[in-house]
């Protein structure tokens, strides 16, 4: 402190009575007043800083190159890098090693580690070697989606050659707009994924739930993509990314223009680090070629391209997410407003009439669906890094020997009484139950009708964007030198929302003295202060306020998208029929599949009476446990050591196990009775084996508890075939009681 102190020991309350109440207050609220302004000044200087970076990132773990993207005979703005394990934790290089992939929305990478407690984070703390792509601010002239995506396999070969000891190929988890990005990768590169978790990523454009999240309507309501060719004309043939964050704000008045900026000042004496840290994130923009952000808009947002296949790469083939091989997790939450859960899952009904048809293309699909959490949350929050995405980590095996089909994921909070809890590490159990396309269609869909609607708004835009290219994008181009861009682009909006209170603004030169003194002098209000109280209860006015204004503006978005877009005459107008009642983007069905799925179940029918002791075992369990048709990380703790003990054969790989019980599971799908009753010919004669076998089969099934009614009567038909005549399997210990589930998707943290 400089000078003396001005205030009384105690505070004003005490000598003035309830006068000193409103000084106390008003004292408290000058303070907080100067220590946000010079949090904002130093959000200024930090972004300054940020920008003037020759590869900035916000990630709390230090990155080593690996490869870098502008080397490659395409050259692109990203690069590979090795994170390397902090002190303390120690990967194990036979373990898979993950990729996590930062999206390109606007924002800088970093933010699958911007925490200790992060997607990065908890990987390596499940012992997994760690990587990451990132990407630089500007865009290397040229290049294209495709590019960058053959640039990615490349990085992924990169990494699988690093860890040839490795037991599976490498888990990619892609955020957000990465997200669609490793999905198109996968079906072009299936060989490259071990697994995929796809976090707040958009896959099916179109769908939604009227009355919430509109923003899948903006499209139309701006008559196509035409304005995205503006924009990028205007920036010289480069698409400024700050355009894309202020979407992202539009969404939430109330946070963007209140809640954010309120929730600092309210707990300026604790919340400065928290904010200049995302800050630092949110306000690193970073621009797109234009090529690349038309193909975005064109083929997915407006277009709804990827899943109905539509989109090809440069040697013509179809982009077809049939093809992805890898188990994919789809994680999504109802409280996020730029990917609700139908736009993260809908590409699912687009794909397939019914589960039998995701299991004849061998596809394992697990979703989660969190309650409450917004976009930014799915893989910002370090409580859902701690859960889910540690379960997705610690369990990305069990997840990748799962049988093809849907699950949903389910998370059961483990206590000192939770059955079997001793075989998994952590605060939580992970369960895989099985479900339809029904559970998928109830999270919302389309009707055939807003189809229509969406559709009428692909061919709106195209006339749209050929009458802008035709005429006015020649001039546009021609008025707009290099120069100028960059200047449009230094003035934007939310580029002077920090560089105006940096120290470049000499306006705010005392302001960093001033907070000295005040944090010297600093008297904070009583929590119990009237005044404080009434502050508090006028911003939760205002946040009220700025919510009803938003849901008005989204209530008459969405009624004058469906009038205008529902007119038949328009539709028919631009081609589209206005009786028709089909899907307008559907995956199409191939003669060929259906061949192969024939001659593959052909095969299968002939293996069912050939095998050991291993296949026994694997369609053993797979029956008993059909009949709840679910998997729990307990159980395949389980079978972990199950594996161990097979009576002197060699180790299974995780890649041979996987295939093992995806056989066994389809060929008791395609005839479980002969299956059943082929089992004793693949039990070995000697039968302390098969007790041995059937004992350890029992532990399995019995990790989670007793079995229900109708998993026993399978369960005593399978003792039946083991045929142990001398005596018969010991009954497993009684359990304690199994507690209530708490399930992730339907709670918040």
Known sequence: MRYSSYLPAAGFAAQFGPAGLAFDYALDAAQRSVLFWDVMRKRGNQYRAHAEATAPHVLSFTPEIVLDGRTLERPVNYALVRIVPPDGIEVDQTRRPFVVVDPRAGHGPGIGGFKADSEIGVALRAGHPCYFIGFLPQPVPGQTIEDIARAEAIFLEKVISLHPQADAKPCVIGNCQAGWAVMMLAA??????????????????????????????????????????????????????????????????????????????????????????????????????????QFIVDELFVGNNLAAGRIEASNGEAIDLRNIRAPIVVFCSKGDNITPPAQALGWILDLYDDVNEIRSHGQTIVYTVHETIGHLGIFVSASVARKEHGEFSSNIDLIDALPPGLYEAIFEAKTDETIGGDLVEGDWIMRCEARTLDDIRALGCNSAEDDRRFATVAKVSEINLSLYRTFLQPVVRAMMPEWAADRLRETHPLRLQYELFSDVNPLMAPIADLAVDVTDERRPVAADNPFLALEQAFSRQIVAGLDAWREGMEALSEATFLSVYGSPLLQAAVGIDPSDTKPHRRASKTGLHRQVLRTK????????????????????????????????????????????????????????????????????????????????????????????????LQQVLNARGPLSEEAERRWQRIVGLFDLLSEPLAEPASPPKKPTPVKAVRRAN
């Open 188 to 293: 072009m590169r299936p060989e490259l994924f071990g697994s995929i978790i796809i976090a707040g990523a958009p896959l099916s454009y179109w769908s939604g739930e009227r009355g919430k999240y509109p923003m899948r309507y903006t499209g139309g309501l701006l008559g196509g993509s035409w304005l995205t060719a503006l924009t990028s004309d205007l920036g010289h043939g480069q698409f400024d990314g700050a355009w894309l964050v202020q979407n992202f704000e539009n969404q939430n008045p109330a946070n963007t223009l209140w809640t954010k900026q309120y929730n600092l000042y309210s707990k300026i004496d604790t919340e400065a680090p928290r904010y200049l840290g995302f800050e630092e994130w949110w306000g690193g923009h970073v621009n797109l070629n234009a090529e690349e952000i």
């Open 601 to 696: 179940v052909e095969e299968l029918k002939a293996q069912i009476g050939n095998g050991g002791l291993r296949e026994g075992l694997a369609r053993s369990l797979l029956y008993v446990a059909m009949a709840s048709g679910a998997a729990d990380e307990r159980g395949f703790a389980a079978i972990r050591r199950m594996r161990s003990a097979e009576n002197g054969m060699p180790a299974m790989t995780l890649s041979e196990f996987k295939a093992l019980i995806r056989d066994q599971f389809l060929m008791l799908l395609i005839d479980e009775e002969a299956a059943v009753n082929a089992i004793p010919r693949l039990l070995p004669a000697e039968e302390d084996v098969r007790r041995e076998a059937l004992s350890s």
